[in-house]
Nanobody, 125 residues
Framework: QVQLVESGGGLVQAGGSLRLSCAASRVTFSRYAMGWFRQAPGKEREFVAAISGSGASTNFADSVKGRFTISRDNAKNTVYLQMNSLKPEDTAVYLC??????????????????WGQGTQVTVSS
C-alpha cells in the first residue's frame, strides 16, 4: 500500500508564500511521477503541477506558471510545491498524487494511482 501525506498548508495573505510537502511511504519513490492537484468547494479538482520520477521534467497549469515550483527529493521520498505570489483564487485543498512510471505531462485525475488526503491552503485578500 502506498501512503501519501501532505503538510505545509495554512492561512496566508495575498502575495505571500507557502511550501507544501508530500511524503510517500512504502514505495520506490523514483518510479512514480508525482502531481499536485487542488479542489475548492463547489469546484472540480484541477491539475496544478507534476514532476517526473527523476525530477528532470516538470509541468504546470497555466494558472500557476511563474508562481509555483515543483521539486522532489527522492532520498527523502518527498515532493514539494513552492507557492509564491499567492492569490485568493489559489484557496483550495491541495492534494498530492502518484503515478507509477508516469510522465510529468499527465494532467488528468484518472492517470494517477494513489492520492493523499490533502492540506488546506487559504489565501486572504
Amino acid at each position: 500500500q502506498v501512503q501519501l501525506v501532505e503538510s505545509g498548508g495554512g492561512l496566508v495573505q495575498a502575495g505571500g508564500s507557502l511550501r507544501l510537502s508530500c511524503a510517500a511511504s512504502r514505495v520506490t519513490f523514483s518510479r512514480y511521477a508525482m502531481g499536485w492537484f487542488r479542489q475548492a468547494p463547489g469546484k472540480e479538482r484541477e491539475f496544478v503541477a507534476a514532476i517526473s520520477g527523476s525530477g528532470a521534467s516538470t509541468n504546470f497549469a497555466d494558472s500557476v506558471k511563474g508562481r509555483f515550483t515543483i521539486s522532489r527529493d527522492n532520498a527523502k521520498n518527498t515532493v514539494y510545491l513552492q507557492m509564491n505570489s499567492l492569490k485568493p483564487e489559489d484557496t483550495a485543498v491541495y492534494l498530492c498524487a502518484a503515478a507509477y512510471y508516469g510522465l510529468a505531462t499527465m494532467q488528468e485525475v484518472q492517470y494517477y494511482d494513489y492520492w493523499g488526503q490533502g492540506t488546506q491552503v487559504t489565501v486572504s485578500s
